[in-house]
């Protein structure tokens, strides 16, 4: 019998997972992220099909197949943007994760980068280069993750499917809403890990990990007056440039409500713990009738992403007017970028802006560039923020895990219209970088190369914690 025993024992052990070689995986990751930041996929002027080609190389070596899905016939026929998709099955107890980053980046002013804008430049501990931060960090992570689930064998309730998608950056026609229109069915999963979230340090010191699970939805508009042509010597009641100028200055003046939703409520109520006194008193006093308009105006002046994260938002970012100094021009215009809600009533919203500007010479005229969906947050209560604060606490020690709503916009609305539920994840950075210039969208963009394996380390944790067969 015991010798029946002993006999079995190795079989066993098969099932076992390998320890994994962390430093060989730091190496990999380094390779993969470093090839990805050279190629220049910018957007406008790059493309995404190189990018593309190397994960698709990846893949194949590894033994995973993917399927390249690209929109035909749209824009510059000789710039191709393609999207791929790749799948390791699970054995269908739950529906899928989908883990997502974009290929594309923003464009660049070549004169501005001391280092070389796609040359992966390491110094001091620092990886610098366009996409560094947004979001070749989130896609060689995800990249990274399906890669060592396949290497582990890992027995799977869920499919992982890999994204890596193109136009995030601003042409999401050829991308997320593409894919969502035409082939929803290869990303479908009831939860999604992608860009928007990220650790924080200050001073050396780490302060919170942030969890994307809303985002505000950009909707602009243009404010347009007309009047009559004249010489500058005789000024006119009706001049444009004076009623826009008017109408600019009382929408700047004019602060839109405070509402806050479940992600913003269980921020501020998690930010306030671990803050100085007086900040404590400020994210606890939001909503005392008493305390609230002083706290809001100090965060307005103080703390304008907070501020932000409290209402509708309102930037007035361009005036065009006029073509010489002695000439009153027929016609002026100011662009307003407008940050909406999530569940912001946005014609009720323009009525408002309407009355506030209260001058029939001027018209609001929508912009319907933006084509983001309106969406609920994600839930805090589930699998997957549980899950991702879990293994954050883990890889993030001592430092609160908090809900985020983006002031800014990423493709998971499409993904959250749709019903899936979706979290933004990130590397740590240091807050002291963005004024420094070396942010995401900067000139000198860059990444802390141990910031970047702790990542990958996390995101792969998140995913086999999540998708593991329990």
């Known amino acids: 019998m015991m010798r029946a025993l002993l006999f079995l024992i190795p079989s066993a052990l098969l099932f076992a997972q390998a320890p994994l070689d962390w430093a060989k995986i730091d190496a990999e990751t380094l390779q993969h992220f470093t090839a990805l930041v050279k190629i220049n996929s910018t957007d406008p002027g790059g493309s995404e099909e190189p990018v593309v080609k190397y994960l698709k190389a990846v893949l194949d070596k590894e033994g995973i197949e993917s399927k390249i899905f690209l929109r035909e016939n749209f824009g510059n026929p000789d710039i191709k943007r393609p999207n791929i998709v790749a799948r390791i099955k699970g054995n269908g107890k739950k ?10 980046t923003v464009n660049i002013d070549p004169k501005k980068w001391t280092h070389p804008p796609f040359s992966a430049h390491r110094e001091g501990g620092y990886i610098y280069g366009r996409g560094t931060v947004d979001d070749k960090d989130n896609l060689t992570a995800a990249l990274m993750s399906i890669i060592l689930i396949k290497r582990q064998k890992l027995a799977l309730d869920r499919d992982v499917i890999f994204l890596a998608e193109a136009g995030e950056e601003g042409a999401t026609s050829v991308g997320i809403a593409y894919l ?16 928007g979230g990220n650790v924080t340090r200050t001073g050396g010191r780490l302060r919170n990990v942030s969890v994307q699970t809303t985002e505000k939805l950009p909707s602009g508009v243009k404010l347009v007056a007309n009047g009559v042509a004249g010489h500058g010597s005789m000024p006119l009641r009706s001049n444009p440039v004076v009623h826009i100028a008017q109408a600019v200055a009382k929408v700047a003046a004019w602060q839109p409500p405070m509402r806050l939703n479940d992600t913003t409520r269980a921020y501020f109520e998690r930010l306030a713990t671990v803050s100085t006194p007086e900040e404590r008193d400020r994210y606890n006093g939001l909503l005392n ?29 361009i005036i065009q007017a006029g073509y010489r100094r002695n000439v009153i021009p027929s016609e002026a ?45 994600s839930g805090l209560d589930n699998e997957a923020f549980k899950t991702i604060e879990a293994v954050a606490k883990k890889h993030y020690p001592g430092v609160p895990v908090l809900p985020t709503m983006s002031t800014g916009a990423t493709d998971m609305a499409f993904l959250r219209g749709k019903g899936m539920q979706c979290y933004g994840v990130g590397p740590m950075t240091d807050s002291e970088d963005g004024p420094k210039g070396y942010g995401a969208h900067s000139d000198q963009e860059r990444i802390l190369e141990s910031a970047l394996y702790t990542f990958v380390k996390f ?3 998140v995913v086999e914690q999540m998708a593991g067969a329990k």
């Open 333 to 377: 215009e100011a662009s307003l970028d407008i940050r909406a809600l999530p569940d912001e009533d946005l014609p009720k919203f323009y009525e408002t802006l309407k009355s506030i500007i209260n001058d029939p010479a001027v018209k609001i005229v929508r912009d319907m560039g933006s084509n983001r969906p309106p969406a609920k947050p």
């Open 459 to 461: 995101h792969y944790e």
């Open 289 to 317: 009738p008493d305390k609230t308009d002083a706290i809001q105006e100090y965060l307005a002046v103080n703390e304008p992403r907070h501020n932000s994260m409290l209402r509708t938002s309102i930037s007035p970012n």
């Open 180 to 195: 969502v229109s035409q082939h929803y069915d290869e990303i479908d999963a009831e939860y999604c890990l992608a860009e």
């Open 95 to 104: 529906k899928p994760l989908l883990i997502v980053g974009h290929t594309d």
